[in-house]
């Protein structure tokens, strides 16, 4: 991949235009130029975990702390319905335990009944609340899951240990994306661009993780500091730039996985009022609208300065940029599509073998 460390490493703007316009002409060939849409609900900023970067750890005692019932997150699936999204995002803090888990269950399959009663395909589900046993995966994708984002940050064990407490690992991380893939979900991870300590190396180790574990689809995004964490309060430098280098990688992703989806993360349109569009033009094709009722929003901060824009506002720039929003429709994963396939046509192949031998 000697290639793509030259990009990785290279300074000139040119390079960064001229793998930006590659990118974009992968995309449209490999995707089009529907935008997908996934109803953000952070349905809770509980968390048990600590991780060192995000606003929402366990030990972050400035702020408040939120739940939302059933009740408010099947309504407000059930308004995305409404609006032609089609697909619906369920993101929280990671808590593992049996009653967060079984009201999941609850909330994933009550959504899938209430829409697909008019023998529609209903509500697509991605769901994105860290890492749970390989049983508790399973009951999620039996309840209506079938998208799962679990992001691995960084694959550099050092890098992973410095941002995360020791009871998590990075070990563990990659057992969780192997069972999810395993159980049969579009598998998305993602990385932070612009760590402390991160090298051009580290995001070169990424892309081949990204390449290895043959995930369906991606979401990455800056880091940015959130000042009531222990890295917020101690910044220090990296050697890759936040937003050169998500743009960056996110083009050689798309290049090198042309059928997977890529979400423009709001990171990115956090940390430049421009950043949807370019996101766009790196290779994203999904975005994901923050649903969360406003009264919560200022509390579900993994960053500092986390913007919000209103779906009309998403949808101008979405089209300002040269694509269209894909409503009423999954836009699930092609390169999960394309698997499925390959593994129906095995068993087909597998049945015919079987009865020759007979
Ligand atoms: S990154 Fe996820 S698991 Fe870590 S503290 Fe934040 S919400 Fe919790």
Redesign the pocket.
């Known amino acids: 991949m000697s290639w793509i460390e030259n990009i990785l490493k290279d300074n000139n703007p040119e390079t960064m235009e001229e793998l930006i316009t590659r990118a974009d002409q992968v995309r449209r060939k490999f995707r089009g130029e529907a935008v997908y849409l996934r109803g953000l609900i952070e349905f809770t900023n509980y968390?048990?975990?600590?991780?060192y970067?995000?606003?929402?750890?366990?030990d972050n005692n400035a702020i408040n702390r939120y739940r939302l019932s059933a009740k408010e997150i099947i309504d407000l699936a059930l308004q995305a319905n409404q609006m032609g999204f089609q697909s619906l995002a369920l993101q929280?803090?990671?808590n593992p335990d049996r009653k967060t888990v079984d009201f999941l269950v609850r909330v994933v399959s009550e959504i899938r009944e209430l829409t697909t009663r008019d023998s529609s395909i209903g509500l697509g589900i991605t769901l994105s609340v860290?890492e749970l046993s390989y049983a508790d995966y399973k009951r999620l994708y039996e309840a209506g899951g079938h998208r799962y984002l679990l992001r691995i940050e960084t694959t550099d064990p050092q890098l992973f240990a410095s941002i995360?407490p020791p009871s998590?690992t990075l070990e563990k991380r990659i057992e969780c994306l192997k069972a999810l893939k395993d159980i049969g979900y579009q598998v998305g991870t993602g990385i932070m661009v612009g760590l402390p300590g991160q090298t051009p190396d580290h995001l070169l180790a990424d892309l081949q993780f990204f390449v290895d574990m043959d995930v369906d689809m991606i979401g990455m995004g800056p880091y940015i500091p959130h000042p009531q964490t222990p890295m917020g309060r101690e910044p220090s430098a990296s050697q890759v730039d936040p937003w050169v280098h998500t743009l960056k990688v996110m083009a050689l992703t798309r290049i090198l996985m042309p059928d997977i989806n890529m979400v423009a993360s709001t990171a990115l349109q956090s940390l430049r009022p421009d950043g949807l569009k370019w996101g766009l033009r790196a290779g994203a094709n999904v975005v994901m609208p923050i649903l969360t009722p406003i009264k919560y929003r200022e509390d579900y901060r993994?960053y500092a300065d986390k913007k919000y824009k209103s779906f009309p506002q998403l949808k101008e720039e979405i089209e300002e940029a040269g694509f269209r929003l894909g409503l009423w429709q999954w836009g699930d994963s092609l390169r999960w599509a394309k698997r499925q396939q390959q593994s129906e046509d095995n068993k087909v192949a597998g049945h015919l073998q079987a009865e020759e031998a007979m």
Do not use: A, T
């Open positions: 968390c048990q975990r600590n991780c970067y995000c606003g929402l750890r366990r929280s803090g990671e860290g995360h998590q993994l």
